[in-house]
């Protein structure tokens, strides 16, 4: 799954790479959590532009009020989004683009979690694919509520796989556009794109528990760490 990212680019930085327009007024994140406000890259249909906007992280339930954000949907699996009726006109008419410099998960060990940076081999900026929806239950006004979206999942492989089973949709540069509709494509294209499209050139570093607080979002949070060092002074390697 996807449960907690980095996005420390500048606004600057991200307008370049994804040849997008807009005013984002972000400042640099270390430890983003389900639904805070985050920054999307989608196609504007009318003028087929490229635009950043923001939108909360997490897609309310159909039954759900939109107060109730600790269950909102944050991740989908990509592997079964075609078919699945939920996010069905998200997934053929909403698809989105979300930038971020690298993400966290955690190994289960036996006493403890461990977390982990993952950020890609070159530290380039990357873009997990998403899909969003507008919510029709928040004022017009709330600009920063008007939008939700989700992040897609997919099976880990090579570094992820060695600490959990799932891991983000990192598209490939060459897909944004046909992921975003700049370009003409049918379901089974976007389907060989989540196969076999996807970036997993990471490195991963162990990094203090702190993050486990949404309280704790600045630059420590990226720091690497022993992880034996949490374990206590009682701790001894097996041999």
Known sequence: ?????????TPDDIKDVFSASGHPNFPPRFNICPSDDIQVIRLRKKSNEREIISMRWGIAHDKQGVSSSE???????????NVTSFFT??????????????????EKLKNYRQPYLFRPL??????????????NSFPSSDSLSKYSCCILTKQATNVASEIHHRMPLILDPIHWSSWLGDKMVDKSDLMQIIKNGFYDDL???PV???????ANDDI????????FSSLGENFVLPF
């Open 1 to 9: 799954m996807c449960g907690r990212y980095i996005a420390t680019s």
């Open 208 to 214: 203090s528990t702190r993050v486990n607080s949404a």
């Open 89 to 106: 006109k998200d997934f053929n008419h909403r698809r989105c683009l979300v930038p971020a410099d690298g993400f966290y998960e955690w």
């Open 203 to 205: 490195y991963s570093i």
């Open 122 to 135: 070159h530290d380039s900026l990357m873009a997990f694919a998403g899909i969003w929806r507008k919510n």
């Open 71 to 81: 269950k909102s949907i944050i991740n989908a699996r990509s592997e079964s989004i």
């Open 220 to 227: 420590h949070c990226l720091e690497q760490i022993d992880p």
